[in-house]
């Protein structure tokens, strides 16, 4: 199970040592995460903002960029989500120059692990797993079921038990096998990696993770692109396992070491929920080190106690005059809301969180008015529904009857009045 590449293969973070391609996460010696290393200087020719223009609009533009091994050709129309310029938001929050980079919308289910589960796929079938898993906080679960189905993959996932419906259910559709385990995500990681010792099995992010965190770059690619390749000054990043927000930056390098964007100072910014916020606590107190958490928050897709990438994610941040910031549940929802309102994009929890972040870090003056500033919301408000519940009063019904639907926007309208009032705004 093994595969050889002339661009790309396993080094280890900590000590350097080669690994080639093959289904590992850690280094035999130190422990530390493996990542994918590439040999920029020989994909250099390969690579310029024309050859990237003319290829498909999807996360296979940037496939020169990617651990893709050779010969596989990938068809899925994965990513090119919109960079949407949100002035009203950016209003509201008091930024001048917001951008919302909405992978809300990512092909096929609808956030951002499509990416990273496209990657991770085509080394699952380079190495001959015929089944593949993960253990997720939801989205995960979703992508990596449905583009399992479609390459005739079997899928057995592993999710804590009390996730979300919407999450479940977009699981069990595409015929995936769904086990839902006692405890809270970092029990079934621990789970999903004894399984991945005994069984032999491609789980995306344990024993693919290094291939799978990669396919998080085309964020950044796409961000750089859709600028006009240029790089922002700010990003802010949800982070649960915090390999996202490292990908982006990652991809921001590389794409200044290939002469395709000018070198730029680019802070980054991580966001959590307070009730599960190792990771903006370690940035906070300065730490080189995650101190483990017990999650509890409505934003169940960040909801990762002790974070795999938590301690580079903590050191990446601070390296770029950065920050991380943590919400309230209360302020996820008013977040959700916000953006909803003012910028027509339905999002998750996670999303409700970055949002909120956003705006907490302009109030703050880390984030300057005159800056440009792409906030990343990663999923779907269509999948968690239930965070909304009960705000949303279901009105009573008229008759198909214009007198009807007079008097009763006359009462709408005294409703809403008597609103702005005891809000003080009239
Ligand atoms: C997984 C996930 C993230 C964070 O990803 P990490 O790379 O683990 O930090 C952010 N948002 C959503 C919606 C996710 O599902
Ligand atoms: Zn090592």
């Known amino acids: 199970m093994a595969y050889s590449c002339k661009t790309y293969e396993l080094r280890c973070n900590e000590c350097g040592k080669a690994f080639g391609n093959q289904p590992i996460s850690a280094c035999d010696v130190c422990l530390a995460p493996l990542e994918v290393h590439y040999d920029l200087e020989s994909i250099r020719p390969q690579v310029t903002r024309a050859s990237i223009a003319a290829g498909p609009f999807n996360i296979w533009r940037y496939k020169a960029l990617l651990p893709i091994p050779d010969g596989y050709e990938p068809d899925l129309p994965v990513g090119f989500t919109p960079l949407v310029r949100a002035r009203a938001l950016g209003k509201r929050v008091g930024t001048d120059h917001l951008y919302i980079k909405n992978d809300a919308v990512c092909f096929p289910t609808l956030s951002f692990k499509d990416r990273v589960v496209a990657v991770a796929l085509a080394n699952a079938q380079a190495f001959g797993f015929t089944t593949v898993g993960c253990s997720s906080t939801g989205n995960l679960a979703n992508a990596v079921a449905a583009q399992a189905a479609r390459l005739g993959l079997k899928a057995t996932i592993l999710v804590p038990s009390d996730l979300e419906p919407a999450k479940i259910l977009n699981t ?227 008759r198909p009857r214009l007198a009807d639907f007079s008097t009763y926007l006359n009462e709408l309208d005294q409703v809403r009045g008597r609103e702005l009032v005891e809000a003080g705004a009239c």
Request: aromatic share 8%.
């Open 172 to 398: 069990l559709v595409y015929g995936a096998r769904l086990i839902r385990v006692e405890g809270n995500y970092d029990h079934v990681n621990r789970l999903c990696t004894q399984i991945a010792e005994e069984y032999p099995w491609g789980f995306v992010n344990v024993n693919l993770r290094p291939y799978y965190a990669e396919g998080s770059k085309t964020v950044g690619y796409e961000i750089a692109e859709q600028l006009g390749w240029r790089l922002p000054d700010n990003v802010v990043c949800p982070m649960a396992g915090g390999s996202l927000i490292r990908k982006i930056r990652k991809a921001f390098s590389e794409l200044v070491s290939l002469g395709l964007v000018e070198e730029k100072l680019v802070r980054f910014f991580g966001a959590q929920a307070t009730g599960c916020s190792p990771i903006s606590q370690s940035v906070k107190q300065a730490l080189d080190y995650i101190e483990p958490q017990r999650p509890n928050t409505i934003a169940r897709s960040l909801a990762i106690g002790n974070p795999a990438d938590g301690p580079a994610a903590s050191k990446m941040i601070r390296s770029t005059g950065g920050y991380a910031e943590d919400v309230s549940d209360v302020e996820v929802i008013a977040g959700i809301q916000e953006l909803a309102e003012t910028e027509g994009i339905f999002t998750e929890t996670a999303g409700g969180v970055t949002t909120a972040v956003t705006a907490r870090l302009c109030a703050d003056g880390r984030i300057s008015p005159d800056q440009t500033t792409v906030s990343v919301i990663t999923g779907n408000g269509l999948k968690t529904t239930d965070a909304l519940s009960g705000r949303y009063a279901t009105e009573r019904s008229i």
